[in-house]
């Protein structure tokens, strides 16, 4: 199935190619991009299930042939993008609840996924929200999100106008950008190999420089172990917690509760 | 450990196996040395599923704080780890066991393995399905619990937490049996104690960002020797045609013709 899928996108993207000579390169990635906008349209639902309804959202839920599919039978690997991650709604949350913490300010949500976390900066007033995930199918996903909620998303290399959403597919994880007051890492902390390490020491440079940095997480075990020495536990700040709601909790058996944590200066 | 406070954490073990699937016919080897594994599909010990559930049915209360999967075998225990990610355990530990070793693992080695593990996770709870559906032993939670010196209960229908102690409804012959054990405790799972979720897709991919460690018995310190010896494999009787009777005459000459009646 999935390869059917491929082969058909592939002689979809030859003919476009056949039939625009003059700009084959630019008219064959917006047909992919359309592509892969229309299936997501046509295989994700509309919600607001969640812990922000404020947010309509299109993921797969359980009215979807997918919530009950085998992995290796979605076309796309991995679609992180088509569920709303605990930590990811708590963070959103709690961004809807406190727009002082986006109003005015460039926020940066890493990991992004559906996008919901950047949306609702938009939507709380953020200068700039950038919503960054290295999967180009969640790019899509999150420009259709962003205008399914007003927001105008802007994805490179069309110029961001404030208040818009700009979606980012490079890597950031590492990187320092004075432009940043913000930067989100909802669920980001379930490796607990080199990369949770690189996004913990990352966390430390950006708050070291003055940017905020919002974490949040279900209580994964990662997090609890990674965050357990002294130094760490003083550092993080828990600044609300939330039931997750039935329909949450039924995505993500075990977790039942999640946190926003925010990382403070060394003193 | 014997008082668990709030704070403290509640991890609990739990033993996951990957069997033939249960609804796949099996077939004996040509040289009945065991069962054709080949090519034929496996799946997480349905009583283990059990304990698994239960497990994340005490997290979810708030009982416990962690469940970490265990599964001893070759590299395709990983799928059946999977299996036990997705329903909600926090993380895996795979015990690496070569094929040709994994033929002649039996209980007593699972129960060293698990009872090493559980000293050093610092766990407050094991629980595992009463026996596997393929070779319906029933020994690992009963020596687990002797390896470990906890109290074990066994055959489990229902459990409740009560202050530092657990109170566990039995599944016995006579009926059903309620007793109170301390943790730490080692406890089995009955089929009537719940009915497992299935893993749909949002718990699966998830559970791919889990982590699985990976030890071998002998980091352990767990030898893992052959002690039983396996004779020969063999089906079961194959069910005789029967023939069906027209009427009560037909009956009593057919039983008489047998020997049955005089």
Redesign the interface.
């Known amino acids: 199935m999935a390869s059917l899928i491929r082969s058909a996108r592939l002689l979809r993207r030859l003919h476009s190619l056949a039939s625009h000579p003059v700009s084959p390169l630019t008219s064959a990635a917006r047909t992919t991009a359309e592509n892969v906008a229309k299936w997501i349209e046509e295989n994700t639902e509309v919600s607001r299930d969640h812990l922000t309804p404020e947010l309509r959202l299109r993921l797969?839920t359980?009215n979807c042939w997918?919530?009950?599919?085998?992995?290796e039978d979605?076309p796309y690997p991995?679609?992180?993008w088509?569920?709303y991650?605990p930590g990811g709604q708590v963070l959103t949350r709690f961004l809807l609840d406190n727009p002082d913490v986006s109003r005015g300010k460039t926020v940066l949500d890493v990991g992004s996924g559906c996008g919901a976390s950047a949306i609702a900066a938009s939507m709380s007033g953020a200068t700039y929200a950038i919503a960054n995930d290295t999967d180009p199918i969640a790019a899509t996903a999150v420009a259709l999100n962003a205008r399914l909620n007003g927001v105008c998303a802007a994805t490179p290399p069309s110029p961001a106008p404030p208040g818009s959403c700009e979606i980012c597919t490079a890597s950031l994880v590492g990187r320092l950008d004075a432009r940043w007051d913000v930067v989100l890492l909802g669920d980001m902390f379930?490796?607990?190999?080199d990369f949770g390490r690189a996004i913990l020491d990352w966390a430390d440079d950006l708050t070291t420089r003055g940017t905020a940095v919002l974490v949040g997480d279900p209580g994964?075990?990662?997090f609890r172990e990674r965050t357990a020495t002294t130094t760490l536990r003083r550092r993080l700040l828990k600044v609300a917690e939330y039931d997750l709601p039935r329909r949450c909790?039924?995505?993500?058996?075990?977790f039942?509760t999640g946190a926003v944590w925010q990382f403070s200066r060394v003193v | 450990m014997g008082v668990l406070g709030p704070k403290m954490a509640f991890r609990v073990l739990v033993g996951c196996k990957r069997v033939i699937d249960y609804a796949v016919k099996v077939r004996v080897k040509p040289d009945k040395t065991g069962v054709v594994t080949d090519g034929v599909k496996h799946s997480l010990n349905p009583f283990d599923e059990i304990a698994i559930e239960e497990a994340v049915r005490l997290k979810e209360k708030k009982i416990a704080t962690e469940i970490v999967a265990v599964s001893c075998g070759p590299p395709k225990c990983q799928e059946v780890l999977r299996t036990a990610l997705a329903m909600g355990a926090d993380r895996g530990i795979h015990i690496e066991v070569p094929d040709e070793e994994y033929a002649s693992l039996q209980p007593i080695h699972v129960s060293k393995i698990l009872a090493k593990l559980a000293a050093q996770e610092e766990a407050s709870m094991i629980i595992v399905g009463k026996q596997a559906i393929d070779d319906d032993c029933n020994q690992t939670a009963q020596m687990t619990a002797a390896f470990l010196d906890w109290p074990q209960a066994t055959f489990a229908s229902k459990i409740e937490k009560t202050n530092g102690d657990l109170l566990v409804t039995r599944e016995v012959d006579g009926g059903l049996e309620t007793i109170k054990v301390k943790l730490p405790a080692v406890l089995s799972t009955d089929l009537r104690l719940n009915e497992p979720r299935y893993a749909t897709l949002p718990n699966i991919m998830k559970a791919k960002k889990k982590k699985i460690d990976k030890k071998k018995p002998a980091d352990l310190g767990v030898d893992i020797t052959q002690h039983v010896e396996v004779l020969k494999v063999e089906e079961p009787p194959v069910r005789q045609a029967g023939v069906i009777i027209e009427n009560a005459e037909q009956l009593v000459s057919k039983l008489r013709e047998a020997g049955h009646i005089q």
């Open positions: 797969v359980q997918l919530w009950r599919a085998r992995a979605c991995d679609p992180f088509a569920f991650w379930y490796d607990d190999g994964r075990a990662t909790r039924e995505e993500n058996s075990g039942t």
